[in-house]
Nanobody, 122 residues
Framework: QVQLQESGPGLVKPSQTLSLTCTVS??????????WSWIRQPPGKGLEWMGA???????YYSPSLKSRTFISRDTSKNQFTLQLSSVTHEETAGYYC??????????????WGQGTQVTVSS
């Protein structure tokens, strides 16, 4: 059974770049037709899909975040990474990685990390 685990700094200063890594175990990020996704949830708000990297290596981004988001992967470590630049206080949120079988079906992703809290503050 695949497991995902987020890691990264819990505190980021405004205007800096947020970087998180998702380590996957129990399955390869290059196998099958999956979309390895990043999703966030600000306090008191709903889930927001940020972007994904497919098993092929192709990347997909939310239009509202595309100019500031970069998703990459390290297949030797079975990890994929999120970078979000120029963060603001409003981007304080729980950040999750997940595995979905489609881009539009991310809410029904079959595997999720436990999430990591990121606070944007000076």
């Amino acid at each position: 059974q695949v497991q995902l685990q987020e890691s990264g700094p819990g505190l980021v200063k405004p205007s800096q770049t947020l970087s998180l890594t998702c380590t996957v175990s129990g399955g390869s990020i290059t196998a099958n037709a999956y979309y390895w996704s990043w999703i966030r949830q600000p306090p008191g708000k709903g889930l927001e899909w940020m972007g994904a990297i497919a098993n092929s290596g192709s990347t997909y981004y939310s239009p509202s975040l595309k100019s500031r988001t970069f998703i990459s992967r390290d297949t030797s470590k079975n990890q994929f990474t999120l970078q979000l630049s120029s963060v603001t206080h409003e981007e304080t949120a729980g950040y999750y990685c997940a595995r979905a079988d489609s881009l539009t079906g991310w809410r029904a992703a079959d595997s999720w990390g436990q999430g990591t809290q990121v606070t944007v503050s000076s």
